[in-house]
């Protein structure tokens, strides 16, 4: 049973950092790709920022290129989210989502298979 735990959002300021782990248990990740979604409140879901698990690639939406990073600890089984200059606009729930194909289809949603329970990031201007 694959797991997939949120955890480090919260209230910031504008400009400020937040880093979100997402805690994977149930399998090997070693195949998977791992994705950040989000969803504003009266907005769609939207994909953020995603890594293959076996070679590191990283994909971003452009709206937050240069300010978020992604990546992963292989001894935590964990996955990143580090956000820096966070704006008002990326006030939203944050979701951890993973890919048991490893596919490069980074930024549709249809392709993750599981997904965590999400986690609240509020940035006040």
């Known amino acids: 049973q694959v797991q997939l735990v949120e955890s480090g959002g919260g209230l910031v300021q504008a400009g400020g950092s937040l880093r979100l782990s997402c805690a994977a248990s149930?399998?090997?990740?070693?195949?998977?790709?791992m994705g950040w979604f989000r969803r504003a409140p009266g907005k769609e879901r939207e994909f953020v920022a995603a890594?293959?698990?076996?070679?590191?690639?990283?994909y971003y939406v452009d709206s937050v290129k240069g300010r978020f990073t992604i990546s992963r600890d292989n001894t935590k089984n964990t996955v990143y989210l580090q956000m820096n200059s966070l704006k008002p606009e990326d006030t939203a729930v944050y979701y951890c989502?993973?890919?048991?194909?490893?596919?490069?289809?980074?930024?549709?949603?249809?392709?993750?298979?599981?997904w965590g329970q999400g986690t609240q990031v509020t940035v006040s201007s």
């Open positions: 989502a993973a890919d048991r194909s490893g596919s490069y289809n980074f930024g549709r949603s249809s392709v993750y298979d599981y």
């Open positions: 890594i293959r698990w076996s070679n590191g690639y990283v």
């Open positions: 149930g399998r090997t990740f070693s195949g998977y790709t």
